[in-house]
């Protein structure tokens, strides 16, 4: 007998690796280890910082997989959790495991690249939610 994966789940595994490569093609890496570390750090930054209702709305948006990445080990019962730029950088180089003057760039492409992948207005309804200077940080231009 052979060991085959169902169709849905199939598909699920296509659709996050959609996601990946946008996220490594954004960030210009070809490492997906990478992209998806800092893809979960992104998430996580972004989740933590809002109401759950909004973090779910957002959510709702993810495909699947992606899904469960966003939501591993969130306590609702805490959120949102205030902080600021400094902080924000602070985690994110802590999780991704990369260098803080790395962080504006990343979190811009990774930003772009999400955008392209939701339904329009979505990510900017989670986005609103932050207070400006890490909204201005998510959504620098990026060359």
Do not use: C
């Amino acid at each position: 007998m052979s060991a085959t994966r169902p169709p849905d789940f199939e598909h699920a595994i296509h659709t996050a690796n959609i996601w990946l490569k946008a996220v490594s093609d954004s960030l210009g890496t070809d490492d997906r280890h990478l992209a998806h570390r800092i893809l979960r750090t992104w998430f996580h930054t972004l989740r933590d910082r809002l109401t759950v209702d909004v973090a779910a709305h957002f959510a709702a948006q993810l495909p699947e997989l992606l899904r469960g990445v966003y939501y591993d080990g969130w306590d609702p019962s805490v959120v949102p959790i205030k902080y600021d730029r400094e902080a924000y950088v602070n985690r994110f180089v802590h999780e991704a495991k990369v260098n803080a003057e790395d962080v504006p760039r990343i979190a811009s492409s990774v930003t772009s690249a999400v955008r392209k992948q939701v339904s329009p207005g979505h990510l900017e309804a989670a986005v609103d939610q932050l207070p400006h200077d890490i909204r201005a940080l998510l959504l620098q231009t990026t060359t």
